[in-house]
């Protein structure tokens, strides 16, 4: 008779114990990335696996920037020029990419730049890019600007993207 009500806080005390055990899907995060001379701010962004990122890109510069990330600096010509392996390539993901107020816009190609590249020539340029963080981009990313034949990359304007697991 008194054995159900025993069972049943039994079973409610290992779901409990249990749902504590699951991983939780990590809150969205959103930085503000600021592309100017000669340097990315923050220069430091950290992710986890899970999260959906959203990065507001915008040139406070004056010059053209981009911002790519990868490993690996290619060289052209002995002048940094993209990354040999692109991080959103290598995970299979396609962030998607505004403009601030929310119409479509494309990834910039570029003659011998391979990956994923947002290219915002003038000062005000704005860009926003969504993705979910996936398993195989764990670990250190670099971000690089590669703009005047790699001016900017060996100026200094390289940051690091670190995802957790």
């Excluded at 690996?72 to 002048?79: A, L």
């Excluded at 929310?102 to 005000?124: D, I, N, P, R, W």
């Excluded at 993705?131 to 971000?143: A, I, Q, S």
Aim: some cysteine; overall charge negative.
């Amino acid at each position: 008779m008194f054995e159900k009500p025993g069972r049943i806080v039994l079973v409610m005390i290992a779901a409990i114990f249990l749902a504590g055990c699951a991983k939780a899907t990590p809150e969205p995060v959103s930085f503000t990335l600021n592309m100017k001379e000669y340097a990315f701010e923050p220069a430091q962004i950290e992710v986890q696996v899970g999260q959906q990122v959203t990065l507001e890109l915008v040139n406070s510069g004056v010059l053209p920037h981009e911002v790519m990330f990868g490993r690996n600096v290619m060289k052209d010509n002995n002048r940094p020029h993209g990354y040999e392996i692109d991080m959103f390539e290598t995970a299979h993901v396609q962030p998607t990419l505004t403009h601030p107020d929310g119409s479509m816009m494309e990834a910039s190609h570029e003659e011998g730049h391979e990956g994923f590249m947002v290219v915002l020539e003038k000062t005000g340029d704005q860009a926003v890019m969504n993705f979910e963080v996936t398993k195989d981009m764990v670990g250190e990313w670099e971000m690089g600007c590669f703009e005047q034949d790699g001016v900017h990359y060996d100026a200094g304007m390289i940051g690091t993207f670190t995802v957790i697991p």
